[in-house]
């Protein structure tokens, strides 16, 4: 279970939600609204104060790089640090069956990262941050580059997670995407995080 409260960042009225074991959260709203900036600040990448936990694990009680395996963000626009794809995963056989879900081709852990497409790297980003298992999955408008064969592959994999117990959080523009998965919204708005009726 995630449970953020008070939680305050530069530009944000403080947040407080909570999101059971395999439950969705949905954060909505326009561009610049500030979803983004509530991910980033749950998982403690931007400067912010207020109590987080994860599995009843206080944020404070552990370091950053174990807070984030266990509260995994993934942005919109994710980062390769090295130049090859392969380098950013363990063992093929351990990424395989996850490819084979997102349709994405057997050999493109051999390809330069500049070689996959948008999407391509996008879902390439979300097998990346599943490995560790997380108990909390931030996810930033995990399909904003998909078309809707590879959306739907995506949300299938996600709607595994929380059947497996995983609390996911979602930005997104899309209210039918919002609907499909989460049991609760959430409208950011000038600052304001303000629950929608469902």
């Not at 009680?61 to 363990?90: C, D, K, M, T, Y």
Request: net charge negative; aromatic share 4%; glycine share 8%.
């Amino acid at each position: 279970m995630l449970q953020v409260r008070d939680l305050r960042c530069p530009g944000l009225e403080p947040v407080s939600l909570a999101v059971e074991d395999g439950a969705c959260a949905a954060l909505i709203g326009p561009s610049g609204a500030g979803k983004s900036r509530v991910l980033r600040a749950i998982a403690d990448l931007d400067p912010n104060t207020g109590a987080v936990s994860a599995d009843g694990l206080d944020r404070a009680a552990v370091s950053a790089p174990e807070w984030r395996r266990r509260v995994r963000f993934l942005a919109a626009e994710p980062a390769w640090w090295a130049p090859g794809i392969g380098a950013h995963f363990p063992a093929a056989a351990e990424v395989a069956p996850l490819m084979a879900e997102l349709d994405l081709p057997a050999d493109c852990l051999d390809w330069p990262v500049e070689r996959a497409s948008t999407g391509q790297r996008q879902r390439l980003a979300l097998i990346r941050g599943l490995l560790d298992d997380p108990a909390v999955l931030l996810s930033d408008e995990p399909t904003a580059a998909l078309d809707t064969a590879a959306r739907e592959r995506v949300e299938a994999l996600l709607a595994q997670r929380l059947a497996r117990g995983t609390s996911i959080v979602v930005a997104t523009h899309d209210m039918a995407q919002a609907a499909r998965l989460a049991g609760a919204t959430y409208r950011s708005d000038a600052g304001r995080i303000a629950t929608v009726e469902q």
